[in-house]
């Protein structure tokens, strides 16, 4: 799918300043076909969206956790009763069949719930220890709302990697300007319209929409906070524009991860786990899996079942793989497994031919050389670099030496939760794939070059707020210590307080 530039002065837009407005079309990947026509938003238009969010904000944030849960348990119920409308325009503006686009929606659709429901619980006030010099003190502390939130979110999952930002930045008390890839404007422009519905009309979550220079206008925007899911080429373009204004940011920026398979692993099942995770949604996921490394001793086996249940995997119009979202990725998929073949890797199946002008198909590789730049970065495309390792040491190792560290995967029977804790990076599933993204209790995130930061769980409650810490004086000190009367006895009773508390050699238990 690509965004084309045309300047019109008919088409009706929200904000425009005057009669001519420049818009940009969404084609869908797998035809050229236009799916819809959209505004470029300008700078101003973002400020006025910021302006009217912050207004919002008053009223929203002035809600209770119960009934801001009310209003995105409604707005979970109408996505809902609608997700084969939303699933259309997600597999119109993707490419993605229709059967990924529901199974999108549907994670989705679960961790609105749980951000609706459990916000209070993370967020609310609560009593903490004061400890014993300032016994005479209660202590508090509760989360509150940053006010306006800025989103910038990615084409290949348009619905669930924005909400978990969005869904969880609403349940927290703060509105959202949500500016969503142009290569899905429509899937963003439907979430805010449906609920814009629930909250009859009020800004509380706004979409705007436009290239580039949109993006970047939110960043320098009046936002307390910015989320952003992309390149770690534009993550960076994004920090730097939002340190402009000393905004804080989260980013998710890619990945390049691995599946391990251990000498003991069920070999069928961890076939089937890496051509799902390097295949599906054509291969275009940041949490996928790019490399697989198999012990020596199972890896003829693992090569022999991936391939036995890959052959009849293809991608063209009504079947399991679609299209590549964005034309430009082609390219350097192709560059990537040409660099791999050029230095030895011996291709199983698909190969630098199979990279057609839409559609990529499955393609893997094995004994793919560490220096390729099918391991070193990260393809975003349906390709599988198998390599055996002689153990698990070797397998941690070369997971671990790369700059990316998102999330990855390990199959085994004995030692997966050993190996689990060994790997750099944000999440990791054991014998299954990408299981985490679909348990709302868990952070989302990744270190290194895959970003920082955390959306979903407590953590992603907590990621669009501030800690506000608040004591209650219950009775007069013991120990007068913050005050200018202090005498030197006081001065005393603390220093054999802190003796008989911290002076010891006490060790944890």
Not at 31 to 52: C, E, F, M, Q, W
Not at 191 to 216: H, I, K, M, Y
Not at 228 to 238: A, H
Not at 416 to 423: D, K, N, R, S, V
Request: contains cysteine; negative net charge; aromatic residues 6%.
């Amino acid at each position: 799918m690509t965004a084309t530039v045309e300047s019109t002065s008919t088409t009706p837009v929200a904000n425009a300043p005057g009669p001519d407005r420049e818009t940009f079309t969404s084609l869908d990947p797998a035809t050229g076909d236009i799916v819809g026509t959209h505004p470029i938003h300008t700078k101003a238009d973002v400020d006025d969206a910021v302006a009217r969010a912050r207004e919002a904000a008053a009223w929203w944030g002035a809600l209770s956790f119960k009934e801001r849960g009310e209003y995105l348990l409604t707005w979970r119920s109408v996505i809902t009763r609608r997700i084969a409308q939303l699933s259309e325009l997600s597999h119109r503006e993707t490419g993605k069949p229709h059967g990924d686009a529901i199974l999108e929606i549907g994670i989705a659709i679960d961790h609105i719930a749980w951000a609706a429901k459990h916000a209070e619980k993370v967020l609310g006030q609560q009593k903490v220890s004061s400890g014993l010099v300032m016994a005479n003190q209660s202590a508090y502390v509760q989360y509150n709302a940053l006010g306006v939130v800025g989103v910038i979110g990615p084409w290949n999952y348009p619905v669930f990697t924005p909400l978990g930002s969005i869904a969880y930045a609403l349940a927290a008390g703060n509105t959202v300007v949500f500016k969503p890839s142009e290569y899905t404007p429509g899937v963003g422009r439907w979430l805010a319209d449906t609920f814009s519905e629930v909250v009859a009309g009020r800004p509380v979550l706004q979409t705007v929409t436009g290239l580039g220079e949109t993006g970047n206008a939110l960043c320098v925007a009046d936002v307390d906070k910015l989320a952003f899911t992309g390149s770690g080429r534009t993550g960076r373009k994004v920090m730097a524009a939002c340190a402009e204004n000393l905004t804080p940011v989260i980013i998710e920026a890619g990945g390049k991860d691995s599946l391990i398979v251990d000498e003991d692993a069920d070999v069928k099942a961890a076939a089937e786990a890496a051509l799902w995770g390097g295949m599906s949604n054509a291969g275009q996921t940041c949490i996928g899996t790019e490399r697989v490394y198999v012990h020596e001793r199972v890896f003829d086996e693992f090569v022999r079942e991936i391939t036995e249940q890959a052959k009849d995997l293809k991608a063209a119009p009504g079947e399991k793989l679609g299209p590549a979202t964005m034309p430009s990725q082609l390219d350097i998929i192709r560059s990537h497994v040409q660099d791999a073949v050029d230095k030895g890797a011996n291709v199983v199946m698909g190969g630098p031919t199979a990279i057609g002008e839409r559609f990529v198909q499955p393609t893997i590789l094995t004994h793919v050389p560490e220096d390729s730049t099918e391991i070193t970065e990260e393809t975003f495309g349906p390709t599988l670099a198998i390599n055996p390792v002689k153990d698990m040491d070797e397998a941690i190792a070369l997971t671990n030496a790369t700059a990316y560290g998102l999330a990855g995967a390990v199959f085994s029977a004995k030692r997966g939760m050993e190996i689990a804790q060994q790997i750099r990076s944000g999440m990791t599933s054991i014998n299954s794939v990408i299981a985490f993204a679909g348990v709302p209790t868990l952070p989302f995130g990744g270190v290194g070059e895959s970003g920082f930061g955390r959306i979903h769980g407590p953590d992603g409650l907590k990621e669009f707020t501030y800690a506000k810490a608040i004591t209650k004086q219950k009775f007069k000190p013991v120990l007068a210590l913050t005050t200018f009367a202090r005498d030197a006895a006081t001065e005393k009773r603390l220093v054999t307080l802190l003796n008989v508390l911290h002076g010891g050699s006490k060790t944890l238990k």
